[in-house]
């Protein structure tokens, strides 16, 4: 869920503050779009989730001393202490890329293997781990991060209600869940294109009508708790888990945190932002100092807001650029099939893309 923050807990003050830098750094975020149209190039890199597992194949609660053993720069926690994040290097896509890609996560998962072997621990990739019981999904298997208890604290919130999981398949799962754990059961392999700003929003747009047909190739999370659900049941899974929706308390209304977006780009990517300043409130008010070009604000505040195709704004020699994160794709279940997934969604996003200019 992205970078670490100083603080918990927020008072008034601290959301209005931080919603007026908001809006200035939106503004400003349009400007930089606007003077910024010379990147020809475009460049992928990936994003995996996985699994710490003891003996047993449940749940091992220990990426803190996986990771301080592990030593990566590249590896991360994420919001449950039995998951991890490992990153790989953006690379031009084109030639060689996809091999490279893979020869960099094949060679940190083969190291990282080892390290969690150390620990008596096994890592596994799979969208939900099928010996995963409700009762693993505690605060007490929350990393140890502010931001993860602040998300947990606001979400909350915001809903007024516990989160409410009614998923519908095979057999029928219904239950309430007290914390934003449920969200950690679902890990996934999240695909990053950096896009010249001038076509972002066709391939936001290409990556939405790619996101079925991704989907379909890559599902493999049928089970959840003992019940078999969706062949993909991580998607309404995500969607439920942290189920928070626009102003007014509109948790159930179209604009959700969690989705594919209300609609297509029709000029700008700068839309998106535009949505995000519109329709989502502050979830994490962090004192980020005054509003600049950095962008602090305005990027905190789009990590609060889930969208399966999602844009992000990086920088580059001081210039912002856009990538779209893809987040459709299950992990696993190996990183060949992974990289063959990838290779799908890249040639399928990018010819679709090419067709809409």
């Not at 998951?83 to 998962?109: C, I, M, Y």
């Not at 929350?142 to 208890?149: E, F």
């Not at 969706?230 to 189920?243: D, G, K, N, S, V």
């Not at 949505?275 to 990590?303: I, K, M, T, W």
Request: hydrophobic fraction near 40%; glycine fraction near 6%; aromatic fraction near 8%.
């Amino acid at each position: 869920m992205g970078q670490e923050i100083a603080g918990a807990h927020f008072v008034d003050k601290d959301f209005k503050r931080f919603r007026q830098h908001l809006a200035d750094e939106t503004a400003r975020l349009q400007h930089l779009l606007c003077s910024n149209d010379n990147e020809k190039s475009r460049y992928a890199g990936l994003e995996l989730e996985a699994w710490l597992i003891d003996k047993t194949m449940h749940p091992a609660p220990i990426n803190d001393a996986f990771l301080k053993r592990l030593n990566d720069p590249l590896a991360n926690p994420e919001l449950a202490k039995f998951n991890v994040e490992f990153n790989t290097d953006p690379l031009p896509l084109s030639g060689k890329a996809l091999s490279k890609l893979h020869r960099q996560l094949q060679n940190a998962w083969s190291n990282a293997s080892q390290q969690a072997q150390q620990l008596g621990c096994e890592l596994l990739m799979t969208g939900i781990l099928p010996t995963l019981e409700q009762d693993d999904l505690n605060v007490f298997n929350m990393s140890d991060m502010n931001r993860y208890r602040a998300l947990n604290e606001q979400i909350l919130a915001s809903r007024g209600q516990p989160v409410r999981l009614d998923i519908s398949g095979e057999d029928h799962l219904k239950l309430n869940h007290h914390d934003v754990m449920l969200e950690s059961a679902a890990t996934s392999l999240q695909l990053h294109t950096q896009i010249p700003v001038t076509i972002a929003h066709h391939f936001y747009n290409a990556s939405l009508l790619a996101s079925a047909a991704v989907v379909a190739v890559s599902a493999n999370s049928p089970y959840l708790f003992g019940h078999s659900l969706w062949q993909e049941t991580r998607i309404p899974l995500f969607e439920q888990a942290i189920e928070s929706g626009g102003f007014a308390g509109a948790a159930h209304g179209p604009i959700k945190r969690v989705g594919f977006g209300s609609d297509y780009a029709r000029h700008s990517i700068f839309e998106c932002f535009e949505e995000n300043l519109a329709h989502y409130p502050v979830l994490l008010p962090v004192d980020l100092g005054d509003a600049s070009d950095e962008l602090q604000h305005l990027r905190l505040h789009n990590g609060t807001i889930w969208r399966w195709n999602r844009p992000l704004i990086g920088f580059s020699d001081g210039k912002p650029h856009i990538r779209i994160e893809h987040r459709t794709p299950a992990a696993g279940p190996t990183v060949t099939d992974m990289l063959a997934n990838a290779a799908f969604y890249f040639g399928l996003s990018h010819a679709l893309c090419d067709r809409l200019i």
